[in-house]
């Protein structure tokens, strides 16, 4: 089975770019609780109905509303997975926790991405995604006539994208996602890593990190 790895930071920080590379480099399960949520939208599924005016302005879901979502996806992907910004609170580490302790299984890196608030802004405003394989990226990354360089589809700006929703967002993070940071930290479960370099540079050094946790043994 393979590890159980969290990527965690601030909208904007990088999580869905370098937790994509971080599966594939692993052979790892991906997920963006992200693009779930947007893809549950933009289907009209009970759970997007309800997501989606919060989405809207920026907020985050019910931690009900996104355990509900998520547990049917831990449920298909055992083997070992990259979770993107989840858990968001708390109570949603609570979730996870007792889900995994419940399978016999464990969290076993937790990366928080470290990217400076007025440089997430710079990102928002560059920042596109594809509606069809949910790749999302900057607009200098885009193929020839805004296409996603990864399937074609015509990629543009997130619905929930704008300098409001990013604010609002961030404060929700400071809020309720930096105590959950703060826990990992404390028992030395937690690797920040600086998110401000290049995505290759960035890329390098985290699947360097959690090669190195896993050989130790170390877990969080």
Known sequence: MGPHL???????????????????????????????LREAVENGTPAGKEAEPILERGGYVSD??????IEPWLEKNREGWVLDGFPRTIAQDDFLRGWLAGHSQRIDAVISLEVPKEDLIERIERRVECPDCRWSGQKSDL???????????EAGRRMDDSLE????????????????????????????????????????????????????????
């Open 64 to 69: 009900e509303l996104m355990g509900s979502i």
């Open 165 to 220: 929703n990013f604010l609002s967002r961030f404060d929700e993070f400071s809020l309720h996602t930096s105590p959950v940071i703060e826990r990992y930290a404390s028992v030395g479960g937690l690797t920040a890593c600086d998110a401000t370099a290049p995505v290759d540079t960035v890329a390098e050094g985290i699947l360097k990190t959690v090669q190195r946790i896993i050989t130790d043994g170390q877990t969080a």
């Open 6 to 36: 969290i990527l965690l930071g601030p909208p904007a920080s990088g999580k869905g770019t370098q937790g994509r590379r971080l599966a594939e480099s692993l052979g790892l399960s991906y997920l963006s609780t992200g693009a779930l």
């Open 143 to 153: 193929a020839g006539g805004g296409r996603c360089p990864k399937c074609g589809g």
